[in-house]
T-cell receptor, first 116, second 114 residues
C-alpha cells in the first residue's frame, strides 16, 4: 500500500484565490511527522510546513496551513491568496520515527498552476 | 551558510562505469539520506543513515551503495550504473535521528546513464 497518496496530478487556481492540495497517508506508527515541500521549475526542494502526529492544532506558516485530520489520515495543504510564484510541484511527505527507524516517504506530487 | 552540497550537479556517463555522487552538510546533522526523483513517481528513498557508521536501506536500494565514515559526508556510489538509474538524485539531512524534524535538501544531481 502507498504510504503517501496525492490524488491530484495537476491543479489550476486563479491568482488571489485559495487552493487545497490533497494528501492522505498510511502508517501504524504512533509517532510521525507530516511535511509539505515545494519544488519550483528550478528544481530545488523547499520546505513549507510541518505537522507532528501529536500536535493538537493545525500548523500554519504564513499563507500555508495544513488541515490535519488524524482519524481520516489526511494532511491537506491549503494555500491562501495564491500568487504567480506559487506555480510549482508540491510534495506531501511523512517521516515515521518509531517502527521503521526513520524512513521518509513522499507522494507523487501535485503540479499547481496559478492563472493570472 | 547552512547547506547540503552535492557534486556533480550534472553527469552523463556510460553503462558500467563506476561513479560516486558526493554529499556534504555543514549543519552537524545526524540524519542523512538519498532520494531519486522520477516523473510520476515522486521521490523515493534509496538509503539513509542515522549516524556515523549506521546506514539502512530505503525503498529502492538496488544498484546503490553508501557509506557514512564522517558525520558530514554521505556519498552515493553506483558500482555499475545502468540506464534505469538515469534520474534526478537528492541528498538531504535532518538534525537528529528519532525525531520528526524536516529534511534539508541539496540542489540535486541529474544523472544520465547511456
Amino acid at each position: 500500500a502507498q504510504k503517501i497518496t496525492q490524488t491530484q496530478p495537476g491543479m489550476f487556481v486563479q491568482e488571489k484565490e485559495a487552493v487545497t492540495l490533497d494528501c492522505t497517508y498510511d502508517t501504524s506508527d504512533p509517532s510521525y511527522g507530516l511535511f509539505w515541500y515545494k519544488q519550483p521549475s528550478s528544481g530545488e526542494m523547499i520546505f513549507l510546513i510541518y505537522q507532528g502526529s501529536y500536535d493538537q492544532q493545525n500548523a500554519t506558516e504564513g499563507r500555508y496551513s495544513l488541515n490535519f485530520q488524524k482519524a481520516r489520515k489526511s494532511a491537506n495543504l491549503v494555500i491562501s491568496a495564491s500568487q504567480l510564484g506559487d506555480s510549482a510541484m508540491y510534495f506531501c511527505a511523512m517521516r515515521e520515527t518509531f517502527n521503521t527507524g526513520n524512513q521518509f516517504y513522499f507522494g507523487t506530487g501535485t503540479s499547481l498552476t496559478v492563472i493570472p | 551558510e547552512a547547506q547540503v552540497t552535492q557534486n556533480p550537479r550534472y553527469l552523463i556517463t556510460v553503462t558500467g562505469k563506476k561513479l560516486t555522487v558526493t554529499c556534504s552538510q555543514n549543519m552537524n546533522h545526524e540524519y542523512m539520506s538519498w532520494y531519486r526523483q522520477d516523473p510520476g513517481l515522486g521521490l523515493r528513498q534509496i538509503y539513509y543513515s542515522m549516524n556515523v557508521e549506521v546506514t539502512d536501506k530505503g525503498d529502492v536500494p538496488e544498484g546503490y551503495k553508501v557509506s557514512r565514515k564522517e558525520k558530514r559526508n554521505f556519498p552515493l556510489i553506483l558500482e555499475s550504473p545502468s540506464p534505469n538509474q538515469t534520474s534526478l538524485y537528492f541528498c538531504a539531512s535532518s538534525p537528529r535521528a528519532q525525531n520528526t524534524g524536516e529534511l534539508f535538501f541539496g540542489e540535486g544531481s541529474r544523472l544520465t546513464v547511456l
